[in-house]
């Protein structure tokens, strides 16, 4: 009896922790203004006929906090790494030295600073809507096991307490996003 209790616990933990470090995810693609290599984890270079991504066919550096320069392994790519950061549609107006690509992350506006916040905002109360259901789930679950109606109230308990922290560490992450974005 007790073992499927804590079979119920630990699945809606580990389903909130799951929430949390997707959102963790999610966070790190919304740009705060500061050059950041995973700004371009989406780009995708054609490599002998293959879409590849960047990372893996060249350097990603960050030389100061509104510059990105890309430093491929083969001169030849160049071109090609140019064409895929505008294809990829980041905003981005990449420039090709000969040497490598160099982008000029340009200063985010007032307004696309709200915007951003308002997609963090979004993006932890989907993180805080995935944690509610883990809760849910798990006190479904628990009121359908044969324990007693005091087990099966202190299960609730300790159910509520995880999504409690859960929601917290949600908080906190959405509370640095938005500082982070917010402060010029």
Known sequence: MEDEMNFILDAA????????????????????GKAN???LSTVKVEYYGTPTPLSQ????????????????????????????ILIANLG??????????????PPLTEERRRDLAKLA????ENA???IRAARKDANDEIKKSEASEDVQKNYEIDIQTLTDEFIKKVDEIFSLKEKEILTV
């Open 128 to 130: 805080k809507i995935v």
């Open 37 to 39: 290599p995973i700004m």
């Open 57 to 84: 066919v060249a350097n990603i550096n960050t030389p100061d906090a509104r510059t990105l320069t890309v430093q491929p392994w083969e001169k030849n790519l160049l071109a090609d790494i140019e064409k895929a």
């Open 121 to 124: 905002k979004a993006e932890s």
């Open 13 to 32: 933990k580990e389903s909130m922790e799951q929430a949390v470090s997707h959102l963790e995810k999610e966070m790190l693609n919304i740009r705060a």
């Open 92 to 105: 981005f107006n990449p420039m090709n030295n000969g040497e490598s690509v160099i982008i000029n992350i």
